[in-house]
């Protein structure tokens, strides 16, 4: 079962997110998600663990836990949606093209 941890502090690290989980079972892989440009946490991370029921135990008990004095969300991760490079269906090319409509409008009406 893949597991979403968010409101993490920025000073846990992958070692510390793994050791949380293998209190509950064996855990496949456990990761805190980082900027790609500063390289510090963003603030959350996944945990993946092979056993669902364990898996579960763990999300049970941890969820609403707190950590270094942030209470953490622990639940089941949700499929990641594709995303469109077509169209201008993205958030990205929604926010550009928002932006873009703006610009000089204010004196032409």
Same mark, same amino acid.
Request: hydrophobic letters at 20%; glycine letters at 12%.
């Given at each position: 079962m893949n597991?979403?941890? /968010? #409101?993490? /502090?920025f000073n846990v690290v992958d070692e510390d997110l793994k050791a949380f989980f293998e209190e509950y079972g064996e855990v496949s892989s456990a990761r805190v998600i980082t900027d790609k440009f500063t390289g510090r946490s963003r603030g959350f991370g996944f945990v993946e663990m092979p056993n669902d029921e364990e898996a579960q135990k763990a999300i049970t008990e941890l969820d609403k836990g707190v950590v270094e004095g942030r209470p953490i969300t622990v639940t089941e991760a949700k499929p990641?949606?594709?995303?469109? #490079? /077509? &169209? &201008?269906n993205g958030g990205g090319g929604n926010r550009r093209s928002f932006a873009g409509s703006n610009r000089g409008g204010g004196g032409r009406y």
């Open positions: 597991i979403y941890v /968010s #409101n993490l /502090s990641r949606e594709e995303r469109s #490079n /077509s &169209g &201008g």
